[in-house]
């Protein structure tokens, strides 16, 4: 057989081992994910009581060092932790951080933020700006969604890490989601 008839074999034959190698370690389904590599029972339990344990890739690392050192004064609240809970959150915060996890969306977000700035707020991010900026204020002060923090309310499987606009249902102004409704502009 010839050269010119084996290489395009071959070709297709490495393309589609080497999918099937991707699909088969999971690192398809982290597209659009914002779910970290591993989990954290401390970090659940602890962030998770009080609001949604949002994902670590949404922020980088100097931004998650600056707010667990400041968990006396967490919005206004007092969130402080025993030392070695802290400890252990802040290092699985750092570590699944947007600019040293394995998240590739988490990438984009690092990358978006000067390094020069250190955002405490996952909305005070251009990353977040971006990614709302055609929702009207009116879509935010609705009864069921009432806060820029309150990501649940709109993307359902924000839970899971997934932030995808597959599945985001904005709630209408009497509080129920509409599955399916695309529009994001106020009604």
């Known amino acids: 057989m010839s050269l010119k008839r084996i290489a395009p074999v071959a070709v297709l034959v490495m393309s589609v081992t080497a999918t099937g190698a991707l699909l088969a370690s999971g690192a398809g389904s982290e597209r659009g994910k914002l779910s970290p590599q591993t989990a954290n029972a401390g970090f659940q339990s602890e962030c998770g009581a009080c609001h949604i344990a949002y994902p670590p890739a949404l922020l980088p690392a100097r931004s998650w060092e600056k707010l667990m050192a400041g968990l006396a004064d967490h919005f206004g609240e007092d969130a402080s932790l025993d030392a070695d809970s802290a400890r252990e959150i802040t290092a699985y915060l750092v570590r699944e951080s947007g600019d040293r996890g394995v998240s590739r969306k988490g990438r984009k977000v690092a990358n978006?933020?000067?390094?020069?700035?250190?955002?405490?707020?996952?909305?005070?991010?251009?990353?977040?700006?971006?990614?709302?900026?055609?929702?009207?204020?009116?879509?935010?002060?609705?009864?069921?969604?009432?806060?820029?923090?309150?990501?649940?309310?709109?993307?359902?499987?924000?839970?899971?890490?997934?932030?995808?606009?597959?599945?985001?249902?904005?709630?209408?102004?009497?509080?129920?989601?509409?599955?399916?409704?695309?529009?994001?502009?106020?009604?």
């Open 112 to 187: 978006s933020i000067p390094v020069s700035d250190s955002p405490l707020r996952i909305t005070d991010t251009q990353w977040f700006r971006h990614e709302h900026d055609e929702i009207v204020p009116a879509v935010w002060r609705r009864a069921a969604i009432r806060s820029t923090a309150n990501c649940g309310a709109c993307h359902n499987g924000a839970a899971e890490g997934d932030y995808s606009e597959r599945r985001v249902a904005i709630p209408r102004d009497t509080g129920g989601a509409v599955a399916g409704q695309t529009s994001l502009r106020a009604r």
